[in-house]
């Protein structure tokens, strides 16, 4: 039963324009996400994260928007960079019980093409 | 600051034997997790340890087993081994026992089951 899913499980966009990663989540007890990157051969990178008392997040060219009603996040990079080609991990967490145990989606493999 | 380490980084081992991996977390960071990763399950939790107390656990057979010592270095060990043990293992640190903080994952140690 997987709690944190990524449908896409790759997306290919142009250089400069919208990145859009999806993520959807069934369970009601999580109240943190993030958002991680991850390189071949290294571990995950953190990015972005959403407390569940709000509805987005931005850090530069990263944003994070949250529907608690839809129970569905996204990670939006605007401008795209070759740089940013990677595989994108969607976590979730019931901090208040859970502590540091994160449940993450299966990924979305992101390739910006020059 | 160092990073989070792991070692060994690559490892190869036959079905029934046992194995241990270890992990330094960041100096200060005294909660370390366990992930896997393999390409079918994805990233799954399998247990995180705050002041040498196993505080969470996740849904893996009694064959994985973890400790941390006092200065917050951490040992996971997988007895009798299957070839589905083949995976990444990686391990994360954090200051405290909240995923409100972020974690910083290690480059993880490649275990091959033959």
């Known amino acids: 039963d997987q709690q944190v899913k990524q449908n896409s499980p790759s997306l290919s966009v142009q250089e400069g324009r919208i990145s859009i990663l999806n993520c959807d989540y069934t369970?009601?007890?999580?109240?943190?996400f993030l958002w991680y990157k991850k390189y071949p051969a290294e571990g995950p990178t953190f990015l972005i994260s959403i407390s569940s008392i709000k509805d987005k997040n931005e850090d530069g060219r990263f944003t994070v928007f949250l529907n608690k009603s839809a129970k569905h996040l996204s990670l939006h990079i605007v401008p795209s960079q070759p740089g940013d080609s990677a595989v994108y991990f969607c976590?979730?967490?019931?901090?208040?019980?859970?502590?540091?145990?994160?449940?993450f989606g299966g990924g979305t493999r992101l390739m910006v093409k020059p | 600051k160092a990073g989070v380490t792991q070692t060994p980084r690559y490892l190869i081992k036959t079905r029934g034997q046992q194995v241990t991996l270890s992990c330094s977390p960041i100096s200060g960071h005294r909660s370390v997790s366990w992930y896997q990763q393999t390409p079918g399950q994805g990233l799954q939790f399998l247990f995180e340890?705050?002041?040498?107390?196993?505080?969470n656990k996740g849904n893996f057979p009694g064959r994985f087993s973890g400790r941390q010592f006092s200065n917050s270095r951490s040992e996971m060990n997988v007895s009798t081994l299957e070839l589905g043990d083949s995976a990444l293992y990686l391990c994360a640190s954090n200051r405290l026992p909240s995923s409100y903080n972020e974690q910083f994952f290690g480059p993880g140690t490649r275990l091959t089951v033959l």
């Open positions: 340890y705050f002041s040498e107390t196993q505080r």
């Open positions: 976590a979730a967490s019931d901090s208040k019980n859970a502590g540091n145990m994160l449940t």
């Open positions: 369970n009601s007890m999580f109240d943190y």
